[in-house]
C-alpha cells in the first residue's frame, strides 16, 4: 500500500491504479456513514459519487493539511448533513441537552448470549432499528468512533467539534443503544 | 464510587481513560454491584456487536457501477463530467 504522499502525487498524475486504490480503500467508509446519516442506500451512492468529485476537483490544490481519509469523511459527513437538512428543512441536527434517554432502567442480562444468538437476520434489524432511532448528532459520532474505529479527535476534526463534545455524545450514544437492545433482548427471551 | 458516578464514568472505563485511582474505585463498585456489572458488561456488548455487524459494504453491483463511473470521470473520459 503506498504512503499518503505518493498516493496522492499518482492521483494527480491521473494514474487509474491510484483512483482504484483511493476506491478500494474509501468508498465503503464513504458509503457506511452517509447510509448511516442519511438512511438512503441511493443518497448515500450519491455522497459517494460527490465525494470522489470534490477530491478529483481538488487535488491540485490539495494540502495535506488533514489526512486524505480524514478530510474525505468530512467532506462526505457535511454532504450527507447538506441532504438531510434538504430534506428535512425544520428538523434540528444538533444534539439534544441533557435529555437523551434516562438511567440504564432494563437490567438483564443478555451479554453471555451465545454468539449464534447473536448473529441472526432479527437481530441485525434490531441494530439498524436501534441506531436509526438515535439523534443524527449520536449516532453520526458511534458510527465514525465505533464502526470506522477512529479517534475521538479525527472525529472531532471530521465533526467540527470538541473532543468533548464527542465523548459526550458518544457516551451517551452508548447507553441508549444499550437500552434499545436491552428492550428488544428481553422481548425475546 | 456510587452507582452514578460508575454511570458517568462508563465510557471513561471502557476506553481504559480513567487514571488508577478512578479505574480502582470503579472496579471496587464494580465487584459488588451486580447491576452496575450488567450495565458495563450489556453496554460493551453492544459495542462489540456494532463492530461485527455494522461493517456493511456497497451491493456488488452499485460498487462496481459507481467505479467505472468515478474512474471515468477521474481520467476525463467523460467530457461532460456528467455522472
Redesign the interface.
Known amino acids: 500500500m503506498p504512503d499518503e504522499q505518493a498516493l496522492i502525487s499518482a492521483l494527480r498524475r491521473?494514474d487509474?491504479g491510484a483512483?482504484?486504490t483511493v476506491?478500494e480503500r474509501y468508498?465503503?467508509k464513504i458509503?457506511?456513514l452517509a447510509?448511516g446519516i442519511l438512511e438512503d442506500?441511493v443518497e448515500a451512492?450519491g455522497v459517494?459519487?460527490d465525494t470522489?468529485?470534490r477530491l478529483?476537483e481538488r487535488l491540485d490544490s490539495f494540502e495535506g493539511r488533514s489526512r486524505l481519509g480524514t478530510w474525505l469523511y468530512r467532506v462526505a459527513y457535511n454532504g450527507a448533513v447538506d441532504r438531510l437538512r434538504r430534506r428535512r428543512p425544520t428538523v434540528s441536527l444538533e444534539a439534544a441537552g441533557d435529555g437523551l434517554g434516562p438511567?440504564?432502567a432494563l437490567?438483564?442480562?443478555?451479554?453471555?448470549l451465545p454468539e449464534q444468538a447473536?448473529?441472526t437476520a432479527e437481530?441485525?434489524a434490531a441494530?439498524d432499528e436501534a441506531?436509526a432511532a438515535l439523534p443524527e448528532a449520536y449516532r453520526t459520532v458511534?458510527?465514525l468512533r465505533?464502526?470506522e474505529?477512529l479517534s475521538t479527535d479525527e472525529t472531532a476534526e471530521i465533526m467540527s467539534l470538541s473532543a468533548g463534545a464527542v465523548?459526550v455524545r458518544?457516551?451517551r450514544a452508548?447507553?441508549f443503544?444499550?437500552e434499545r437492545?436491552?428492550e428488544q433482548f428481553a422481548r425475546e427471551s | 464510587m456510587t452507582c452514578d458516578e460508575l454511570l458517568a464514568y462508563l465510557s471513561d472505563y471502557i476506553d481504559q481513560n480513567l487514571d488508577a485511582e478512578l479505574t480502582a474505585a470503579a472496579q471496587e463498585h464494580l465487584a459488588s454491584c451486580q447491576n452496575c456489572r450488567v450495565v458495563l458488561d450489556t453496554t460493551q456488548q453492544t459495542i462489540f456487536l456494532y463492530r461485527e455487524q455494522g461493517r456493511r459494504q456497497i451491493p456488488a453491483s452499485r460498487r462496481q457501477r459507481l467505479f467505472e463511473q468515478l474512474e471515468a470521470a477521474f481520467l476525463k473520459k467523460d467530457s461532460d463530467g456528467d455522472l
Open positions: 491521473r487509474p483512483f482504484a476506491f468508498a465503503d458509503y457506511r447510509a442506500e451512492d459517494v459519487q470522489f468529485l478529483f438511567a440504564p437490567l438483564a442480562d443478555w451479554s453471555q447473536l448473529s437481530v441485525q441494530l441506531i458511534f458510527i465505533e464502526v474505529r465523548k458518544l457516551h452508548r447507553l443503544l444499550r437492545l436491552a
